[in-house]
């Protein structure tokens, strides 16, 4: 009887899937918010240097830690504490204050080559330099801070106020490019202070915009730049210590115009962790700041993870 063969039966290759592109590289900015959300702690200092009307020099030094956690592929909660430390001119008097914590959450919304950002947050009001008789070196580190920020965390330095912030940026992430556009409203109410001089005011609007532009030389190396504007949409009173009247602030103090600019590292220390340090180089485009020789130097470390 002769045997029955079995012929084999090939199995035809399973087509090979090709593997998804990587996401564009995205340039981060240095002072206003990522578009983007994640899991990120983040160390920025920026060092002020400046002169005071007869020459002497000074310098701030002002340092923020975020943490967020991306709790959806959209949504990230996020807090952010500040210490900032002034070496004042000539008889200036030095200080050192504790600021507002921030807490608020960010909404990441991809549209193809587009990033639609919106932001909700507010301070929570336990600042140093705060009251009624506010300690002297902490009131006035808190006011160098703010320029030493550019103006743009004004909230954390407020420390008599309560401030809701509201914004929303919006990025074009492509062809190794970033350009951002971003928008920020922020509402102060005073919730210490009645009788500060520098916290007349039992609400104050002050409003603040960039634009972001960086560029990925290689994709370990990237260039940012962004101009920033801060303004008061309502007009500040302080109460003028000779008279105890309560007067505009001057002009030259509603509004700021700053711009930075400096390349980021990009290294990966993981499948899903990375780390970014850059440094910039920040300077005032008018008046008071331009009036001070002020320059800022940032430095910034995220990790990525």
């Given amino acids: 009887m002769a045997a029955v063969g079995v012929a084999a039966v090939a199995t035809p290759p399973v087509p090979a899937v090709p593997l998804a592109p990587p996401p564009p590289p995205y340039s981060l900015p240095w002072q206003l918010r990522p578009a983007t959300v994640g899991n990120v702690v983040r160390s920025d200092t920026a060092t002020a240097f400046y002169k005071d ?136 109410f005073r919730v210490r202070g009645d009788s500060a001089a520098g916290a007349t005011d039992a609400s104050r609007t002050n409003s603040t915009v960039g634009l972001h532009l960086g560029y990925f030389v290689i994709p370990q190396l990237s260039f940012g730049g962004e101009l920033r504007y801060q303004r008061w949409l309502s007009h500040p009173t302080a109460r003028n210590t000779m008279t105890g009247a309560n007067v505009p602030i001057v002009d030259a103090n509603m509004d700021t115009v700053t711009f930075a600019v400096g390349p980021r590292a990009h290294f990966k220390v993981s499948k899903t962790s990375w780390i970014r340090p850059g440094i910039s180089y920040a300077r005032g485009l008018d008046a008071p700041l331009t009036t001070t020789s002020f320059n800022v130097v940032q430095i910034d470390v995220p990790f990525v993870f």
Wanted: charged share 10%; net charge neutral; proline share 5%.
């Fill in 53 to 188: 009307a007869a020459g002497n020099t000074g310098s701030t030094v002002a340092s923020m830690l975020l943490a967020s956690y991306k709790v959806t592929p959209e949504i990230a909660p996020m807090v952010r504490v500040g210490f900032v430390k002034n070496d004042a001119p000539g008889m200036g008097v030095d200080g050192s204050s504790f600021l507002n914590p921030i807490v608020g959450a960010t909404y990441s919304h991809k549209m193809g080559s587009f990033k639609l950002a919106p932001f909700l947050a507010t301070t929570i009001p336990i600042g140093m330099g705060a009251g009624n008789m506010p300690d002297a070196g902490a009131n006035a580190a808190n006011g160098a801070g703010i320029r030493a920020r550019s103006a743009m965390d004004n909230a954390m330095f407020a420390v008599n106020y309560m401030t809701g912030i509201a914004g929303v940026g919006f990025a074009y992430v492509d062809h190794k490019f970033t350009a951002q556009v971003e928008a920020t409203l922020l509402q102060l």
